[in-house]
């Protein structure tokens, strides 16, 4: 049990349903990643993309895009993490239009939640900026959260005899049910890792893993999808 993760997915999830919505299941997925023909894992055009507008605009856009991601000269990033939420179809098809406005590497407060009306993707929502205090103010903080660090053993954002406190969530993205076409337990990429399926009317996808190798995991998801 990672003791930083945050309130329980479900738990999260529950204020943002709207009446008479139900839950069927809701997970944690911060990174996503694409597997859509013309682009990266990132959603970045490929620079075989790029180069039909000219070599200048490609090379330019591949070093933007190396320089974001922490990455070498060839445009992406050496080491890319694993992906929770894998997209899957074509540019422009319901999976990828659903999701393109969402980074790739969100915080752990991002969640993923079937209903019985919808697939939902919700956010932490941001924190208006705190207003400007004073210089005394300021020092008698410091030292309070220097004393508070010194006796108080904590886990991520999670403190040590303190509840986990419930976030702020915001709806991100979604796609109602009826454009959903099924669910399957099936294997991602090489590797061949377990996840659960979501097939799209229009054919495009998304592979759910979730951090998790076990097929009897997704076995269950899948049973509660057509609770």
Known sequence: MNLGYPLGAASQALPSLHPGERLLWAAYGRTLNYDVRGLDPWGVPKKSVLGKFGSGAANFAGDMVSAALGGSDDGGASNPPSPQVVVLGEQGGLAHT????????????????????????????????????????????????????????????????????????????????????????????????????????????????????????????HSVTVS
């Open 98 to 221: 659903a999701v393109r406005e969402l980074s790739t590497s969100g915080s752990l407060a991002r969640l993923w939640a079937l209903t019985s009306a919808r697939l939902l993707v919700l956010e932490k929502a941001a924190q208006p900026p705190e207003p400007e205090k004073s210089f005394m103010s300021k020092a008698f903080g410091f030292g309070k959260e220097i004393a508070s660090i010194i006796t108080t053993k904590t886990y991520g954002e999670n403190a040590a005899g303190v509840p986990i406190a419930r976030h702020e969530m915001e709806p991100r993205a979604e796609i109602p049910r009826e454009r959903i076409a099924g669910f399957a337990v099936a294997e991602h990429g090489k590797k061949r890792l377990p996840c659960l399926r979501a097939s799209f009317v229009d054919g495009s996808g998304m592979d759910f893993l979730f951090d998790c190798d076990d097929p009897r995991q997704f076995a269950w998801l």
